[in-house]
C-alpha cells in the first residue's frame, strides 16, 4: 500500500472546541464538629469502602508470584496502594502495577483532573518501592503508562449535542495533562484504548457520562523483598506526612458527604512531585521505612485509619494546622503524598534525606484508636473495631 495514501488518504475530520471554567466557591460549613462521623462515612462510602466482596472473586494468586497482594496485613484486609509480581522463580526481580482514576475532579477542570489521576498512578508506584526513571541512566528503570479514555460524544450539534464543544474542550485539556505528566517524569505512554459515543438516549432526554481517563501504569522493581505496604509494622514507630497538603478540597470525597462540589480542585506541582519522589525513593533504598500509604480519596483521614484497619494497631498524632482549616489538613486531596511510618532508631537518619518535605505526626500505638489533636482540641477519636466496621460495612 502506498504509505502516502496510507497516511494521508483519509480527509482529516475538524470539530470545535470550547473551554469554559466553571464559575463556582468554596461551600461555608460553619462550625463543624462532626470529625468522627465525617471519617467513619467516608470509610463507608462507595468510593473508599473494602472492595473484599469483588477481590474474594477472582484468583490473584495465579503460579504463586504475587508479592503485594490486593489486601494485605495480619487478617488480610488492608488496602493496598499497587500491586507487586515477581517475574519468575529464578532471582527477585519484579513489576509493579497501579491506576490513578479520578473522574469527579473534571467537574471543575478536567487539565487536573488528568493530571491528578497521572500523579495518583506513579505515587502508586513509589509507595511500594518504585523508583523513577531516569533517562540519564545507561539502564534506566522500565516504566510504562497505558491511557482509556471514556468520551461522550465531542462532535458538536446545536440540536442532538448543544454541549459538544465543551465535551471536546474536556479532551483536549486531559490530553494536554497526559503530555505534561508522560514528558516531565519520562514515562513513555506505549498503548492505550478510547472508548467514545458513551450516550444514552430516550425521546428528548439524554444521558453523557462525564469525560474520564484511567492510567494504568506498569514499573520495574529490582527485588521484590524490599517493597513496602499500607499497614503500621510495630507499637511505636514514628509516623510522618509526606509532602504538603494545601487548601484543595473541590470535588473531594468529603465534600461529597454534604451534596457541595467546591472550586479548588487539587493541583499537581510535578517539580514538587518528583524530589519528593526521589527522596521518598532515596529512604526506601537506605531501608528506612517500615511501612508506606499515598493519601488520595479522603485524605490523610482516610490514610490513617486504612493503616490502623490493616495492623489492628491505633495512631495518635498532632496536627499544625498552620493556615489550614482542620477540614482541609484532614480531608483535603492534595497530590503526592504519602504516610509513613519509621522505626524510632531511624529518625535522624530519615529526617536528614527528607527534610522539610516530612512532618512528624505521632507514633503508632497500642491501644486501638486513631486520635488526632490540634494543640489541646481532639478532632478524631475513633476505635479501629469501629472504623474496620464502617469500611467492611458491617457497622450495625
Not at 497516511?7 to 470529625?35: I, R, V
Not at 471536546?168 to 478510547?194: E, H, N, Q, W, Y
Request: with cysteine; glycine share 6%.
Amino acid at each position: 500500500m502506498n504509505l502516502d495514501f496510507l497516511h494521508n488518504g483519509l480527509p482529516q475530520k475538524y470539530l470545535e472546541a470550547e473551554w469554559q471554567k466553571p464559575h463556582l466557591a468554596e461551600p461555608q460549613l460553619g462550625a463543624f464538629e462532626a470529625y468522627n462521623k465525617s471519617l467513619l462515612d467516608l470509610l463507608a462510602s462507595d468510593n473508599i469502602c473494602s472492595r473484599r466482596a469483588i477481590i474474594r472473586q477472582y484468583d490473584h494468586e495465579v503460579k504463586g508470584r504475587t508479592i503485594i497482594k490486593p489486601l494485605m496485613g495480619k487478617k488480610q484486609n488492608a488496602p493496598q496502594d499497587a500491586a507487586v509480581l515477581r517475574l519468575n522463580f529464578d532471582d527477585y526481580r519484579g513489576i509493579a502495577i497501579s491506576n490513578g482514576i479520578i473522574p469527579r475532579y473534571g467537574d471543575i477542570d478536567p487539565y487536573h483532573m488528568s493530571a491528578g489521576s497521572f500523579d495518583e498512578a506513579v505515587r502508586q508506584m513509589i509507595a511500594v518501592g518504585a523508583r523513577l526513571p531516569d533517562p540519564a541512566d545507561e539502564q534506566p528503570n522500565f516504566w510504562s503508562v497505558n491511557e482509556n479514555f471514556c468520551l461522550p460524544d465531542i462532535v458538536y450539534d446545536p440540536v442532538k449535542n448543544p454541549d459538544g464543544k465543551l465535551k471536546l474542550a474536556k479532551l483536549v485539556r486531559m490530553c494536554d495533562a497526559l503530555f505534561d505528566l508522560s514528558v516531565f517524569f519520562a514515562i513513555p505512554m506505549t498503548s492505550g484504548k478510547d472508548s467514545m459515543k458513551n450516550d444514552f438516549g430516550s425521546g428528548k432526554d439524554r444521558i453523557s457520562i462525564p469525560p474520564t481517563v484511567l492510567y494504568s501504569m506498569v514499573a520495574g522493581i529490582p527485588d521484590v523483598r524490599h517493597t513496602l505496604t499500607t499497614e503500621w509494622k510495630a507499637v511505636g514507630d514514628c509516623i510522618y506526612l509526606i509532602g504538603k497538603t494545601y487548601d484543595e478540597l473541590g470535588a473531594s470525597e468529603f465534600y461529597r458527604l454534604f451534596g457541595h462540589l467546591g472550586a479548588h480542585v487539587p493541583q499537581v506541582r510535578p517539580p514538587d512531585a518528583k524530589r519528593i519522589y526521589q527522596k521518598f525513593a532515596s529512604a526506601h533504598s537506605a531501608h528506612l521505612l517500615s511501612s508506606a500509604h499515598d493519601l488520595s480519596d479522603g485524605g490523610l483521614g482516610v490514610a490513617l485509619a486504612e493503616s490502623c484497619i490493616g495492623s489492628g494497631l491505633g495512631a495518635e498524632i498532632t496536627l499544625d494546622l498552620q493556615t489550614l482549616s482542620p477540614q482541609a489538613a484532614l480531608f483535603s486531596e492534595s497530590h503526592s503524598r504519602f504516610i509513613v511510618s519509621v522505626k524510632d532508631r531511624a529518625r535522624s537518619d530519615f529526617e536528614r534525606i527528607l527534610s522539610t518535605d516530612a512532618t512528624f505526626l505521632g507514633k503508632v500505638s497500642a491501644d486501638p484508636f486513631l486520635v488526632c489533636r490540634v494543640q489541646n482540641n481532639t478532632l478524631l477519636h475513633c476505635s479501629v473495631p469501629q472504623m474496620s466496621q464502617a469500611w467492611e460495612g458491617t457497622a450495625s
